[in-house]
């Protein structure tokens, strides 16, 4: 399956804990040579805007980004990763999205460095979907 398939704002939720909101497939899959490397993407799991989540089984290069295919002055380089995706085939549960999206709030100190952390929190306990809540998160990290 391909990231043009998925519903999107989406939430990328990582191994250990942390999280990305990507609001299209140009976000999601822009990286760099040493992050796809270092495995940036092992054990993504990603949820959509249909609630449906997805499992990245691998990621390749497709491309550099940028004036000089990407590279930059320390020699890494920004590219365009293709995404294999497998669908597994269960629903996102709203209660369970958001216990993920609190747990990350409680770990990552630079949530709570926003002037507006408070808001942020209170937008994410009111959502009531799944893809509500995404949305709240699109818009705040923009």
Do not use: C
């Not at 998925?6 to 299209?24: C, K, Y």
């Not at 990286?31 to 691998?58: A, K, M």
């Not at 999205?97 to 209170?122: C, E, K, P, Q």
């Not at 959502?127 to 923009?142: F, K, N, Q, S």
């Amino acid at each position: 399956m391909d990231v043009d398939e998925l519903q999107f704002p989406v939430l990328g939720t990582f191994p250990n804990g942390s999280l990305e909101i990507a609001a299209s497939p140009v976000n999601l899959t822009l990286n760099t040579s040493i992050g796809l490397r270092d495995g940036y993407y092992d054990g993504l799991r990603i949820v959509d805007s249909r609630s449906r989540w997805f499992r990245v089984r691998g990621a390749r290069k497709l491309h550099g980004v940028g004036r000089f295919g990407g590279y930059n002055l320390f020699l890494n380089q920004r590219i365009r990763v293709s995404l294999d995706l497998e669908d597994e085939n269960r629903e996102a549960d709203l209660e369970d999205v958001r216990r993920i999206v609190l747990a990350d709030f409680n770990t990552w100190r630079g949530w709570s460095s926003r002037g507006d952390f408070d808001v942020l929190v209170r937008r994410v306990k009111a959502a009531d979907t799944v893809p509500g809540l995404i949305r709240v998160l699109a818009e705040m990290v923009r």
